[in-house]
């Protein structure tokens, strides 16, 4: 059964930096590639980052690039997201999402791709 556990969301103020994990099941971690997504009121859901399982293959969203950084811990298998320099734009409910993969370095920047998903974690920034 695929577990994915957001955590790490809350309200900060422009300018800080955050620190999002999602932990994975150890036999979903090992075999897929996992993704950031964020979902904003009123806004369809936004892809962040994401990296394959072998650490290899990663990227990110145009809004975030250059201010977020996505990295594997295989000890406790789990994946992090760092977003420094936050700003108001950066507010919503965060998801992580995985899909079994072939090759260690594929991602996909749209939803539908990954069919497991976490609960979300929320996050917001004030200005």
């Known amino acids: 059964q695929v577990r994915l556990v957001e955590s790490g969301g809350r309200s900060v103020q422009a300018g800080d930096s955050l620190r999002l994990s999602c932990a994975a099941d150890?036999?979903?971690?090992?075999?897929?590639?996992i993704a950031w997504f964020r979902q904003a009121p009123g806004k369809e859901r936004e892809f962040v980052s994401a990296?394959?399982?072998?650490?290899?293959?990663?990227g990110y969203g145009k809004a975030v690039e250059g201010r977020c950084t996505i990295s594997r811990d295989t000890t406790a298998n789990t994946v992090w997201l760092r977003m420094d320099t936050l700003n108001p734009e950066d507010t919503a409910v965060y998801y992580c999402?995985?899909?079994?993969?072939?090759?260690?370095?594929?991602?996909?920047?749209?939803?539908?791709?990954?069919?497991?998903w976490g609960q979300g974690t929320p996050v917001t920034v004030s200005s």
């Open positions: 999402a995985s899909v079994y993969a072939l090759t260690g370095y594929y991602y996909s920047t749209v939803p539908g791709d990954y069919p497991f």
């Open positions: 150890k036999g979903t971690f090992i075999k897929s590639t």
């Open positions: 990296i394959g399982y072998s650490g290899v293959g990663l």
